[in-house]
């Protein structure tokens, strides 16, 4: 059975930082490219960022460019994403995904999802 389990999430000041960490369970992780998505109250799913299986490309939302960072440790199946300088617009639950074909920001591309971090991002 495949897990996705998200964490790290919380409150932060505006211009803070938060880690957010995924671990996946049940899938061959050095398989399966992995990425983060946002949900704000009243809007759609946003692709934030994302990560080929072994780590060497990434992709970022324009959002998240210069901003955000997603890395992972293969060895220990699991995501990360280092948000500095957050914003309020930054407030969302924060998805990970495992995906295996169409590597990129389209959440039609993966097929585990976790529940979700909450970040909320006081002004």
């Known amino acids: 059975q495949v897990q996705v389990v998200e964490s790290g999430g919380g409150l932060v000041q505006a211009g803070g930082s938060l880690r957010l960490s995924c671990t996946a369970s049940g899938l061959n992780f050095d398989l399966y490219h992995m990425g983060w998505f946002r949900q704000a109250p009243g809007k759609e799913r946003e692709g934030v960022s994302c990560i080929s299986s072994v780590g060497i490309w990434k992709t970022y939302a324009d959002s998240a460019k210069g901003r955000f960072t997603i890395s992972r440790d293969n060895a220990k199946d699991t995501v990360y994403l280092e948000m500095n300088n957050l914003k309020p617009d930054d407030t969302a639950m924060y998805y990970c995904?495992?995906?295996?074909?169409?590597?990129?920001?389209?959440?039609?591309?993966?097929?585990?999802w976790g529940q979700g971090t909450q970040v909320t991002v006081a002004s």
């Open positions: 995904a495992a995906g295996r074909i169409n590597w990129g920001l389209s959440s039609s591309s993966y097929n585990y």
